[in-house]
C-alpha cells in the first residue's frame, strides 16, 4: 500500500493519528506498517458507536438437553457409535489456543502453563494426555488442528515440538493462526502499540472456522473424509476430546452440533445456558437470562435453563461449509498497551478500549439443530482462567487430583 492509499484509508475511518511517527520508522518499519493499515478490516470500529444494539435477543424458549441417566442407558451403543467414527478417521479435534489469557497473566501462551507440583505437567501436555485416552481406546490417532494468533504462534509451535508433542504422533497435529483485530479507545480509534505498529488482538474462538480454511486445513480435512469436528478450550485440563460417547450421541440424534453441557450450579451461576432463540439453537449469557427465564420450568418441573456450556461443541462440517454471513461482532473491554502523546508504553491497570471479537455461539445459533449433552461437571470442567480463587490453576489442580491425575 502506498502512504497516499493509506491516508486515504485512515481519513476514511477517522484513524489519521496512526501515522503521528511515520516519518521516525526506518523504510522497513514504514513499509510494515503501511501492510499492516492495508490489512486491518477497521470497519469493525463504527460499531463502537451504537454498541447497545449490538447484543439483542429473539425469543428465548427451553432446549432439552440429554440427561445423564438417558446417557448412561445408550452409554455402550453411543460409545460403539462413536468408537466406529474415529476408527474411520471421521472425527477431527480444534483446539483453540489464541487466545490471550491475559487473567493468568502468563506472558507465554496459555497451554504452557505448568500445572505440576512435584513434577511439570503442562496445560497442553494434560490436553494431549486426555486426547490420548481415547485415541488408544481406538487405535487411531485423530487428527488435531491448533488454532494460535500472531501473538502466541512462535511459541506454540516451538513448545509443542520441543516436548514431541507429548507423545501425540506429529503427523496428525496442524498449526493455523487466527485472524487478528485492532484495539481502540473508547472512541473507537486504534491505538498504537509502538510507533509503526497498530494494536491488534485475536479475533475471538468464533473465527475458528474461517481461518482453518484461509490456512488451506479445509483440504485435509476434505482428503481425510472428516465429518465432524470437535472444538475445546486450551483451558480446560479436565476436558475430554473426541470423547466417543458424545459423537455417538450426537449422530444417533441426528444433530449437525453436539455441545457439552454442565448441570447449573445455581439458577444464578454466571454461565451461559443452552436455549432456542427463535426456534434456532442458541445460547443466552448469564447477564441476559431475566429473573423470568432463571425461575421458569419445564415439564418434569426442573428448571428449563440449567445447563451451562463449557466450551466443548462437535460440528459437522457438512453443516459448518453451508454457514453464510458474518456472525454478529462483540465488543469486549480491555486492558490494551499504548503508546502516550509522549510516545511511551503504557500497560494499563484497568481496562482502557475495546477489541473486537466473533463467539463460537453465535455459529450453534446458524445452526438446525443442536444435542445439548450433559457431563459430570467434576469429572469434565476445570477451567484455568485466572491464577487464585474462582476457575484458577488452584482449583483444576484440586479437581486433577479428585480425578487421579498425579501432579
Ligand atoms: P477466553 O474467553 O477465556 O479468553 O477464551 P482468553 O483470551 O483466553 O483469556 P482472557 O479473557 O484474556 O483471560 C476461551 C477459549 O477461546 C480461545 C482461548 O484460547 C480459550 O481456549 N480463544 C479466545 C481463541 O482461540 N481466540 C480468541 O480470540 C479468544
Redesign the pocket.
Known amino acids: 500500500m502506498t502512504i497516499e492509499a493509506a491516508k486515504e484509508k485512515l481519513k476514511k475511518y477517522g484513524q489519521e493519528h496512526l501515522l503521528k511517527y511515520y516519518e521516525e520508522l526506518s523504510a522497513e518499519e514504514q513499509v510494515a506498517l503501511l501492510t499492516q493499515i492495508d490489512e486491518t478490516d477497521m470497519t469493525v470500529l463504527s460499531s463502537v458507536s451504537h454498541k447497545s444494539e449490538l447484543s439483542k435477543k429473539g425469543r428465548i424458549t427451553p432446549l432439552a438437553a440429554m440427561e445423564l441417566s438417558e446417557i448412561e442407558k445408550n452409554r455402550d451403543s453411543f460409545k460403539n457409535i462413536g468408537l466406529t467414527a474415529i476408527r474411520d478417521g471421521k472425527v477431527g479435534a480444534v483446539l ?9 497473566g502468563s506472558d507465554d501462551p ?1 497451554g504452557m502453563y505448568n500445572i505440576g507440583v512435584t513434577k511439570k505437567l503442562y496445560i497442553f501436555e494434560c490436553l494431549i494426555n486426555n486426547l490420548m485416552e481415547v485415541t488408544n481406546e481406538a487405535g487411531k490417532p485423530v487428527h488435531l488442528f491448533v ?1 494460535t ?1 500472531d501473538k502466541n504462534n512462535d511459541k506454540t509451535v516451538k513448545f509443542l515440538n520441543e516436548h514431541k508433542f507429548f507423545g501425540y504422533d506429529e503427523n496428525y497435529v496442524h498449526f493455523f493462526k ?1 485472524e487478528m483485530a485492532p484495539a481502540s479507545d473508547y472512541n473507537g480509534r486504534i491505538y498504537l502499540e509502538e510507533k509503526g505498529k497498530l494494536s491488534t488482538s ?4 468464533g473465527g475458528w472456522f474461517i481461518s482453518l480454511k484461509n490456512a488451506g486445513l479445509l483440504d485435509i480435512v476434505k482428503k481425510e473424509g472428516i465429518e465432524w469436528l470437535n472444538i475445546f ?3 480446560n485440563v479436565l476436558q475430554r476430546i473426541a470423547d466417543p460417547v458424545f459423537v455417538g450421541a450426537t449422530i444417533s440424534k441426528d444433530c449437525v452440533v453436539g455441545a457439552k453441557v454442565v448441570r447449573k450450579a445455581a439458577p444464578d451461576e454466571k454461565v451461559g445456558v443452552m436455549c432456542l432463540e427463535d426456534g434456532k439453537p442458541s445460547i443466552v449469557e448469564y447477564y441476559e437470562l431475566t429473573e423470568e427465564l432463571m425461575n421458569a420450568k419445564n415439564e418434569k418441573g426442573d428448571p428449563a435453563y440449567n445447563f451451562g456450556v463449557i ?1 466443548n461443541y462437535l460440528f459437522s462440517v457438512q453443516a459448518l461449509e453451508k454457514l453464510m454471513g458474518n456472525l454478529p461482532l462483540h465488543i469486549v473491554e480491555k486492558k490494551i498497551p499504548y503508546l502516550d502523546e509522549s510516545g511511551r508504553l503504557v500497560k494499563p491497570e484497568e481496562p482502557n478500549g475495546y477489541k473486537f ?1 466473533n463467539l463460537v455461539l453465535d455459529m450453534i445459533h446458524k445452526m438446525d439443530s443442536c444435542l445439548p449433552f450433559e457431563v459430570v461437571r467434576e469429572k469434565e470442567f476445570a477451567p484455568i ?1 485466572n491464577k487464585t480463587g474462582v476457575d484458577s490453576v488452584d482449583s483444576a489442580r484440586e479437581l486433577l487430583k479428585k480425578n487421579g491425575v498425579e501432579l
Not at 483453540?96 to 493468568?104: I, N, Q
Not at 485475536?202 to 474462538?205: A, D, L, R, S, T
Request: proline residues 4%; positive net charge.
Open positions: 483453540l489456543a489464541g487466545g490471550m489469557g491475559t487473567r493468568l496459555k488454532m494468533s487466527q485475536p479475533n475471538g474462538n478450550a486450551v483451558d466450551l471479537e482462567k
